[in-house]
């Protein structure tokens, strides 16, 4: 019998270590984070195609929402009245509990019964539940948001722990400080930090849907659709002003997620999930 020698054997074992590493680096699961906003929220039949196209795709997923206006009409109806600054709300006391009610009750739950009808075991949390994620305050700047968060940390294992059991994450745009505060999220950034942080476990795919075909050359122009965006073209296009605001943040956020190892982003319409050829790639 051929003997092998201590070096030997150590070099055996690190040669099927590095291998084990390698399988289980291509071997990743895919998933799909989701986060839809817009009117879509607010349209019955455009809210249900949009569910029957998430039901549909196959393996791990994710979905993280925002309500629209929604909020801001409950509110009136109740005498809350929010202000508006570039399309955020600031977030006072009575803001962020109409927004907990509104997104992590009504809207959270409404996607629930909807997937639960495709046969889809979803369930709806906020960022709190299961301390999934813990925010900070966003600091003071030119305005006071109020209680507004930006995510300081998502607990990847407790999110990995439930899509281990079949079960789809639906998140609603609420968090906690880990002092007993509640703040309310900006959903694209959200979204992108939650892909940031599963992208070591996963394959990660990136879904920004709302209701537009996907980052526009001219806004007025539902057709005009960059089909793949490169960061030099994003900065040049920039530093040009041919990207409108509403825009920024939604590929600030996806360039930073495929920075941190996300595999793709895509901004696309809601109705075209079933199409992933359309929208906007970036890779």
Known sequence: MHNVGPSHE?????????????????????????????????????????VREFAAIK????????????????????????????????????TLKLLTMVYGGLVNKQFVALLQARK???????????????????PMGEHDMGWT??????????IGN?????????????????????????????AAETAKALALRYEVRLIYCFEKNGVLLNVDDNDSVIA??????????????LIKDWF?????????????GVKEVLITNAANLANPELGTHIK
């Open 248 to 260: 920024v943040n939604k590929l600030d956020n996806a360039f930073s997620a495929i920075d941190h």
């Open 10 to 50: 150590r070099q055996l074992k690190v040669t099927a270590l590095l291998h084990y590493y390698s399988t289980t680096e291509t071997m990743k699961e895919q998933l799909t984070i989701i986060k839809v906003s817009g009117k879509i929220v607010e349209r019955p039949e455009a809210l249900k195609t949009f």
């Open 149 to 158: 968060g930006a995510i300081r940390q998502v607990n990847a294992q407790a």
């Open 59 to 94: 393996g791990r997923k994710i979905l993280i929402h925002s309500g629209a206006d929604l909020a801001g009409k409950v509110g009136k109806r109740m005498g809350i009245k929010t202000l508006l600054i570039d399309g955020r709300p600031v977030v006072d006391e009575n």
């Open 120 to 138: 889809v075991n979803a369930l709806g949390v906020t960022g709190a539940d299961l301390n999934l994620m813990q925010s900070v305050r966003t």
């Open 162 to 190: 439930l899509l281990d059991q079949d079960i789809v994450p639906v998140i609603a745009p609420i968090t906690h400080d880990g002092s007993c505060n509640l703040l309310f999220n900006e959903t694209d950034s959200m």
């Open 228 to 241: 793949v965006l490169k960061r030099t073209q994003y900065k040049n296009m920039r530093e040009m002003d």
